[in-house]
Structures are given as structure tokens and as C-alpha cells.
């Protein structure tokens, strides 16, 4: 089956730090990803979706220049989170989807952020 | 506006009970309905996919069924397992061209010994 890898799954950082996560298709080619957040017992708020080769597309009240996504190759997404500050803390999951109707999102674990 | 809505927010059950989640949705134009497993501090797993014309699917002990007229879904465990604690989540996507997702808020199901 399709499996979406995420780098790291777990990072704690000083505050003021930028941090890079890493999402990639591991045996599909992902025409969109998507990055979400998700918050202690609360479902997955998505972030923004990211097409391969354009910018991203964010949603209200996600700040772009916070955080960074980058889909340069049909694998690979990143988010970076820029300058990093305690309310930055969350878990972070991205996921990927082929192209064409009805194709499922396929999730990675999660990336665990610690601002300290 | 299009939403999700799942109950219970939570249930405990004893191992080997069966249970069954629900999920109400209002999204227009329906396009499918898919349930995932999150377990704790991982990224959630697809159990189930279901389009318009499917009434029930089944993966192994978890089983499906969509009423698109009454805009309902259900989850239903069978035999309960220790390992089945987690969180489920109804999806639902919407008919547009890039297949934007709605999530409920998920239920938590607790298994005990």
C-alpha cells in the first residue's frame, strides 16, 4: 500500500529556532500534499495544501510566512517552521494523494514539535 | 455549511464487545466517506472507503455502512481487541476538484481488559 514517510517524529528546539519537516511518498507520486495540525485531543486542523510545482495554497489564519512549505519534486514536501516560539508546540501531520477522483489521503505518523 | 459530526465523543468497552461509532455528515456535493484509526502520537490509517452507491464495506472486523439519503455513517467492531484503542475519524470529501476533505472531531474508544 501507499506509504507517506515523515522526518522527523520528534524535535524539541529552543525558541527562536526554525525547524525543517520532512514529508515524502515513499511508492506513489503525490501530486498534492497536505500539512495539517493537530492539538491534544482535537481532530486535524488542516494547514494548507501543496501541489507539486506551485505554491501553496493556505488556510485562513495560517501565517505563509510562519511556516514555509516547499513541493519541489513529486515525493517530497517540506514545512519549516520559521522562528519557532512555545506556542509553536503541536503535532504536526502531513499527507499525501495521487492525482485523479477519489484517491485517498495516505497519512504520515507526525511530527511531535517541543518549543522550549 | 458542510461538517461532521461524530458520537460518542468517547466510549469504554470491555475487550471482545462489539461497538458501533456513528457519523453524521452535511457536505454537498458528497463525494465519498472514509473512516480512519489514529492511534496515539501516529498519523490516522484508512479502514474504510465508501462512494455514493455503497451501503456497507467491510476490513475485517470493522464494518462500514453509509445511508447517503439520511446522510449517516456508522462504524461497527466486532470482537474487540485490547489494540483497538484509539481514536476514529470520519472523513468525508466534498465533489470538487481537488477533493477537499471535512474530518469529524473523531471518537476515542477505549478497549479494557
Known amino acids: 500500500g501507499a506509504v507517506v514517510s515523515q522526518h522527523p517524529s520528534w524535535v524539541i528546539c529552543k525558541s527562536g529556532t526554525s525547524v525543517k519537516i520532512e514529508c515524502r511518498s515513499l511508492?506513489?507520486?503525490?501530486?498534492?500534499m497536505f500539512w495539517y495540525r493537530q492539538f491534544p485531543k482535537q481532530s486535524l486542523m488542516l494547514m494548507a495544501t501543496s501541489n507539486e510545482g506551485s505554491k501553496a495554497t493556505y488556510e485562513q489564519g495560517v501565517e505563509k510566512d510562519k511556516f514555509l512549505i516547499n513541493h519541489a519534486s513529486l515525493t517530497l514536501s517540506t514545512l519549516t517552521v520559521t522562528s519557532a516560539h512555545p506556542e509553536d508546540s503541536s503535532f504536526y501531520i502531513c499527507?499525501?494523494?495521487?492525482?485523479?477522483?477519489?484517491?485517498?489521503?495516505?497519512f504520515g505518523d507526525g511530527t511531535r514539535l517541543s518549543i522550549l | 455549511k458542510n461538517q461532521v459530526e461524530q458520537s460518542p465523543q468517547s466510549l469504554i468497552i470491555l475487550e471482545g464487545k462489539n461497538c458501533t461509532l456513528q457519523?453524521?455528515?452535511?457536505?454537498?456535493?458528497?463525494?465519498?466517506l472514509r473512516w480512519y484509526k489514529q492511534d496515539t502520537g501516529r498519523g490516522p490509517v484508512s479502514l474504510t472507503i465508501m462512494t455514493f452507491s455503497e451501503n456497507t464495506k467491510s476490513n475485517g472486523r470493522y464494518t462500514a455502512t453509509l445511508d447517503a439519503d439520511t446522510k449517516q455513517s456508522s462504524l461497527h467492531i466486532t470482537a474487540s481487541q485490547l489494540s483497538d484503542s484509539a481514536s476514529y475519524i470520519c472523513?468525508?470529501?466534498?465533489?470538487?476538484?481537488?477533493?477537499?476533505?471535512?474530518f469529524g472531531p473523531g471518537t476515542s474508544l477505549s478497549v479494557i481488559p
Open positions: 457519523c453524521n455528515y452535511t457536505v454537498s456535493p458528497f463525494s465519498n
Open positions: 511508492d506513489f507520486q503525490a501530486t498534492t
Open positions: 499527507s499525501a494523494k495521487d492525482s485523479g477522483a477519489h484517491q485517498p489521503q495516505h
Open positions: 472523513v468525508v470529501s466534498e465533489e470538487t476538484s481537488y477533493d477537499k476533505v471535512i
